[in-house]
C-alpha cells in the first residue's frame, strides 16, 4: 500500500466512525426518551390520533366532528378514567368493535411493525450496496487510458478517416 492511499484510508475511517457513533446516539436517544401524555386529556388526545373516523374520509378521530368520532372520544375518555387498560388496549378494543379497520399508527410489535420497517431497511440496504459498488468500480477503473486503449482508438480514427475520405 503506498503512502497516498494509505493517507487516504486513515482520512476516510474516521468520518464513517464518527457517522456511526451519530447514528447509535440518535437510536439511543429516540428510544429512551419518555414521550407520553401527562394529563388525562392529553391521553386520551393520543389515543384519538391513532384511530380513524369510521364515517369520515382520511380523518382521525381527533380531527372528526362526526356523531362516530364524538362517540368513539366518549368511549376514550371512559376507558382512561376507569384507568385499568393501557393505550394499546383502549385502542385494540375500540378497532374490535368495528368492522372496519379504525388503526391509524401501527403496533409496535409483531408482523405490522415488520410492514412499515422493512421499507426502510430494503432502502438503507440498497443505498449501501450502491456505495460498496461505486468505490469497487473506482478501485477498479482508471480514468487515464492505457497505452493499449489509446492504439486501439488511434487505430479505428485512422480506419474511419480513410473511409470517409474514399
Known sequence: MNRSTLNRTI???????????????LMVVGVDRVS???TAEERIDAIAQRLACPTCDG??????RGSASQAIRKEIARRVAD???SDDEIVAAIDDSYEADLRLVPDSS????MIWIAPMVVAVGAVALLVVAF???RSEGSLTP???ERSVVEKA???SNEESSR
Open 11 to 25: 482520512k476516510r475511517w474516521p468520518s464513517w466512525v464518527l457517522l456511526l457513533l451519530c447514528a447509535v446516539a
Open 36 to 38: 407520553g401524555p401527562s
Open 59 to 64: 380523518e382521525s378521530v381527533y380531527e372528526s
Open 83 to 85: 384507568g385499568q387498560s
Open 110 to 113: 409483531g408482523l405490522e411493525s
Open 135 to 137: 468505490r469497487r468500480w
Open 146 to 148: 492505457t497505452d493499449e
Open 157 to 159: 480514427l485512422r480506419e
